[in-house]
């Protein structure tokens, strides 16, 4: 077939969204990069420290402390390097058996801190859940772009709670990110999903939000898994976000799935043609 004349205004649609994903997935790239690096150098901070106080005391005690100190921060560091890998792997885009809860724990190595430091405590209800079918960086970035957000609603601390839920007669499974923050008024729900919508005046201090692209990203990616995102707020006391995603069934073939921004290393699109 051959066709010289100018692209129809649907390529040109299909250009831009592929440029659209393209950008979507640097942006998240560049948040986790600054995430990384700034817990990377709280790290190295504690290792320095301490191996200078091992160094300076000849004594067994504070020598043997020091080293346990040294010990535990290049554990946490093992911890933070292994969930970073773990958004880029599934390369494949393909649907798996994905545990919810491990894709919770990895996000929160990546963001224990930094809840920390805005005085937000952390509660995790899981139950006992299925695997669900799911692209498990995907679903992590959803995860991470919900905590984010929930942790920006709470500037001046809060509580936020990670729970896990089986719906079997649905064969589905709940995974609700809910804060105690500045809720969201009713006539601006249907807003939030909106790409570009945002209330924020730009990235905050960790160089996150603002963009208004965090919540469409999610609601398509969830949408490519033939699951629901659900919010439920309440001005001044918090805020709600549920995801829904079906239980890996075994029998089901694999799909590769539609292309949707994601962590994974930007080869995808390359490699995915096979
Ligand atoms: N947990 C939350 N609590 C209160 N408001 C929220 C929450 N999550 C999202 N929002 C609102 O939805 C808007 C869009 O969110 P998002 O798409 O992630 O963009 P951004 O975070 O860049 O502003 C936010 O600007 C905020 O007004
Ligand atoms: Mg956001």
């Known amino acids: 077939m051959t066709r010289n004349d100018t692209p129809s205004s649907e390529e040109q649609i299909e250009l831009l969204k592929q440029q659209l994903t393209q950008a979507q997935r640097m942006a998240a790239l560049g948040e986790l990069v600054g995430t990384t690096t700034h817990e990377f150098n709280n790290i190295l901070m504690t290792i320095l420290n301490y191996a200078k106080l091992g160094l300076r005391h000849k004594d067994e005690p504070t020598r043997d402390k020091a080293l346990s100190k040294i010990l535990s921060a290049a ?17 494949k885009e393909e649907f798996a058996p994905t545990e919810l809860a491990k894709l919770v724990e990895e996000s929160l190595v990546l963001l224990e801190r930094e809840m920390q430091k805005y005085r937000v405590a952390v509660r995790c209800e899981f139950a006992e859940v299925p695997p669900v079918r799911a692209i498990g960086n995907q679903i992590q970035q959803v995860l991470l772009n919900l905590m984010t957000n929930a942790r920006q609603a709470m500037p001046n601390g809060g509580e936020l709670i990670l729970r896990i839920s089986h719906d079997a007669a649905a064969g589905m499974v709940d995974m609700t990110v809910r804060d105690s923050g500045s809720g969201i008024p009713q006539d601006k729900l249907l807003k939030i999903f909106d790409r ?4 924020k005046d730009g990235p905050d201090a960790s160089g996150k939000g603002g963009t208004g692209v965090g919540l469409s990203t999610c609601k398509d990616i969830v949408d490519a898994h033939q699951g629901r995102l659900r919010v439920e707020s309440s001005v001044g006391r918090g805020t709600a976000f549920t995801v829904r995603l079906p239980v890996f069934k075994q029998t089901a073939a694999p799909t590769s799935a ?7 290393v930007p080869v995808t699109a390359a490699k995915a043609v096979k």
């Open 75 to 91: 554990q946490r560091a093992e911890k933070i390097t292994n969930s970073v890998l773990g958004l880029a792997r599934n390369r």
């Open 196 to 199: 570009f919508y945002s209330t």
């Open 258 to 264: 539609a292309p949707i921004p994601s962590l994974g």
